[in-house]
């Protein structure tokens, strides 16, 4: 059995995932690339028709700069409940397994996006308008809070030792999909409809459409296996996890040294970094990915055809980013392309900004691409493995989750309100951008630097990888 952090510590032999076929890896893969996709679709869709439409749509027009802020603040409130959902059905999910949870988290996230191309506008029924968004938006919240997560913990659970981190890139393409999807669907619209029929009806069309992507993950995941880690659980029995006073008997009669260490010992460490590494992936996400859009849009005046333009042309790029990424964390290990996808972050967010800000078409496009590739995409593709494998088996779900919605609720829902109000306050400019893109990236970075490595550890270990 090799103890080499790069090399994974699981022998073909007894590696849980050997209890697995080619066929159920794909169809695990496949499951994790859709509820993701769902999940970013949806994500991209609001970003979007924030960005485009909604502050028009359900928000009053007398004062179009706090209509922007109002309709982020509406995508920043789906955030609020996605902690709370995390723990509600991760918890769930570490006690009786992953795959009925990943159902019923794709049912409401995909349910709710769909009603949205239902609601009626301010100018139907004044305020009633914007609660119902919100209330969508929080019960949408309350599915995904657990979906990414969920899909991560899967395949890291199906995934051979050595190759998880080119296996888990695929949640992280889903999330390029379900973005490339909504920026196509949102391009095709503003190409052959006028302003007008979007704003009265034609920006309910991808929120409709949405389901026929919610009923085939639906369709996948009915047919989808346990994960193979969580049934080698010591503390799994007849499919349900042990009480913790039942599990410390069973550890104490059978001398399990790693159950009884990590009943005593607390994660505290791995808290923090897995924090720190999604806080600042995140935080880059909701300023690259909602805000900018509306800053090119509407800040620098630039044709609105542009911003999802730029999106598509980002994701496509992002299609050879990811795996790339994912392949050289499981080849060199993750810590340290972190360190190297942060620095390279660090070093390129004060030119691609200033390109962007230039107002020039094809240097907007150029300095996207850039740092949209390097400090979302890139950080992603490691985030969706480095995560699970930090954390234990016995709690892997519920901390992965709750770390994760944590952190996107303070950088990624507070994030665009901030660096909305702020550009304002200061007429347009582009530092608060810059700054807040380098607090973030600056976060991940401290992360990283203060780790061990954790690559290719043995996922059925109860214990936290540091």
Request: proline content about 4%; overall charge positive; glycine content about 10%.
């Amino acid at each position: 059995m090799s103890s080499s952090p790069l090399s994974g510590v699981n022998s073909p032999e007894t590696s849980p995932t050997g209890k697995r076929s080619m066929s159920d890896l794909v169809r695990a893969a496949v499951s994790g690339w859709l509820g993701t996709a769902l999940e970013f679709m949806d994500f991209q869709l609001y970003s979007l028709a924030a960005a485009l439409v909604f502050n028009q749509v359900f928000f009053s027009s007398n004062d179009p700069g706090m209509a922007v802020v109002l309709a982020m603040a509406t995508y920043g409130v789906g955030y609020v409940a996605r902690p709370i959902g995390a723990v509600f059905f991760a918890r769930i999910g570490d006690k009786i397994g992953r795959r009925k949870v990943l159902y019923y988290t794709i049912l409401l996230m995909g349910a709710a996006t769909t009603l949205i191309g239902f609601l009626p506008t301010y100018g139907q029924v004044g305020l009633l308008a914007p609660i119902l968004l919100v209330v969508l938006r929080l019960v949408q919240g309350f599915g995904a809070g657990a979906e990414i997560s969920g899909a991560g913990v899967m395949l890291a659970e199906y995934a051979p030792s050595n190759r998880r981190g080119v296996v888990a890139s695929l949640v992280a393409l889903g999330t390029n999909c379900g973005t490339l999807f909504a920026s196509g669907i949102w391009a095709i619209l503003l190409a052959v409809m006028v302003q007008e029929d979007v704003i009265a009806w034609g920006w309910r069309i991808p929120f409709i459409g949405s389901a026929i992507i919610m009923l085939f993950a639906l369709w996948v995941r009915f047919n989808l296996k346990e994960s193979p880690v969580f049934e080698e659980r010591a503390d799994v029995v007849d499919g349900r996890a042990l009480s913790r006073d039942d599990m410390v008997e069973l550890a104490t009669k059978t001398n399990d040294i790693r159950t009884l260490e990590s009943l005593q010992r607390k994660p505290i460490k791995a808290v923090v970094v897995s924090f720190l590494l999604r806080f600042g992936q995140a935080g880059n996400s909701g300023l690259i990915q909602t805000y900018l859009i509306s800053f090119i849009t509407v800040t620098l005046a630039v044709q609105k055809g542009v911003g999802p333009e730029v999106v598509i042309v980002s994701s496509l790029v992002g299609f050879l980013t990811i795996p790339l990424v994912g392949f050289l964390g499981d080849r060199f290990g993750r810590r340290r392309m972190y360190i190297v996808m942060t620095s390279l972050s660090l070093l390129l967010i004060v030119p691609t900004m200033l390109a962007i800000n230039s107002k020039e078409v094809g240097w907007i496009f150029v300095g996207y691409v850039i740092i949209h590739n390097v400090s979302v995409l890139g950080l992603a593709s490691m985030e969706n493995i480095s995560i699970p494998e930090i954390f234990g088996a016995r709690n892997r779900y519920t901390l992965t989750a709750v770390v994760r919605e944590i952190a996107a609720i303070i950088a990624t829902g507070v994030g665009p309100i901030v660096v909305a109000a702020w550009v304002a306050a200061t007429t347009g400019s582009v530092i608060p951008i810059i700054i807040l893109l380098g607090v973030f990236t600056a976060c991940a970075l401290a992360a990283a630097l203060i780790a061990p490595e954790w690559t290719g550890r043995d996922l059925t270990d109860p214990r936290a990888a540091m």
